[in-house]
C-alpha cells in the first residue's frame, strides 16, 4: 500500500539556520503531496501542497517540490524562526482514495 | 468562520467506562475521518465516513465505534474495549469529490485514562 517515510526527529536549529526535512513516498499512479504543520496541543494545519511533478508548493517561507523520479517531497526553508518550533507531517493522497497517508511526524525546534 | 469544532478539549475515562469524543464541521463536507495520535508515531486512521449513515474502518478500529446520522456531525466512541485509550484525537473532514484537496483538522480531544 501507499507509504510515508520522513527524516527522524527530532531536528534543533538555531535561529536563522537553514532547514531540510526529508520525504519519500511509495504511491501507486500520481498521488498528491502535502505539508502539514503541527502546534504544540493544537491540531494539523495545512502548510503547502503539490498536486503533480515538478510542482512546488511555498507558504510562509517553506517550499516543497514534488520530485516523481526520486518520489520525494522534500521540505526547506532557509532561515527558521523560534516560532517555526513545531512537528512537521508529510502526508500523500490520491490513486482514487481520498484518504491521507502520514508520515510519523518530524519535531523541530528553533532555539533563540 | 467555516471550520472544525471537536469537543471536549480534555477527557478523563474511568475503567469500564465509555466515552463519546464530538467533532462538528460547517464546511459542507461530505468525508469525515477519526485518527489517533500518539507519540513517535504519527497519526493513525479510526474510521471514516464519505456520506451520512455510512463509514468505513481504518487501520485501528478495534475499540471504537462511530455514527453519522448527520453531515455536520461525526461522534467518536471510545469504548471499554478499547484498553489503551490514552491519545490525542484528531477529527478532520475533507471534500471527496476531489482528492487533491487537502483534508481540514479540528484542535483534537487529548483523552487520558483516570
Known amino acids: 500500500g501507499d507509504s510515508v517515510t520522513q527524516m527522524e526527529g527530532p531536528v534543533t536549529l538555531s535561529e536563522e539556520a537553514f532547514l531540510t526535512i526529508n520525504c519519500t513516498y511509495t504511491?501507486?499512479?500520481?498521488?498528491?503531496l502535502f505539508w502539514y504543520v503541527q502546534y504544540p496541543g493544537e491540531g494539523l494545519q495545512l502548510l503547502l501542497k503539490?498536486?503533480?511533478?515538478?510542482d512546488k508548493g511555498s507558504n510562509k517561507g517553506f517550499e516543497a517540490t514534488y520530485r516523481k523520479e526520486t518520489t520525494s517531497f522534500h521540505l526547506e526553508k532557509g532561515s527558521v524562526q523560534v516560532s517555526d518550533s513545531a512537528v512537521y507531517f508529510c502526508?500523500?493522497?490520491?490513486?482514487?482514495?481520498?484518504?491521507?497517508?502520514f508520515g510519523k511526524g518530524t519535531k523541530l525546534t528553533v532555539n533563540p | 468562520d467555516g471550520g472544525i469544532t471537536q469537543s471536549p478539549k480534555y477527557l478523563f475515562r474511568k475503567e469500564g467506562q465509555n466515552v463519546t469524543l464530538s467533532c462538528e464541521q460547517n464546511?459542507?463536507?461530505?468525508?469525515m475521518y477519526w485518527y489517533r495520535q500518539d507519540p513517535g508515531q504519527g497519526l493513525r486512521l479510526i474510521y471514516y465516513?464519505?456520506?451520512?449513515?455510512?463509514?468505513q474502518k481504518g487501520d485501528i478500529a478495534e475499540g471504537y465505534s462511530v455514527s453519522r446520522e448527520k453531515k455536520e456531525s461525526f461522534p467518536l466512541t471510545v469504548t471499554s474495549a478499547q484498553k489503551n485509550p490514552t491519545a490525542f484525537y484528531l477529527c478532520?473532514?475533507?471534500?471527496?469529490?476531489?482528492?487533491?484537496?487537502?483534508?481540514?483538522f479540528g484542535d483534537g480531544t487529548r483523552l487520558s485514562i483516570l
Open positions: 478532520a473532514s475533507g471534500d471527496r469529490k476531489d482528492s487533491n484537496q487537502p483534508q481540514h
Open positions: 464546511l459542507n463536507h461530505d468525508a
Open positions: 502526508a500523500l493522497s490520491g490513486g482514487g482514495s481520498e484518504k491521507l497517508v
Open positions: 503539490a498536486t503533480k511533478a515538478d
Open positions: 465516513s464519505q456520506i451520512v449513515n455510512d463509514f
Open positions: 504511491a501507486t499512479g500520481y498521488p498528491s
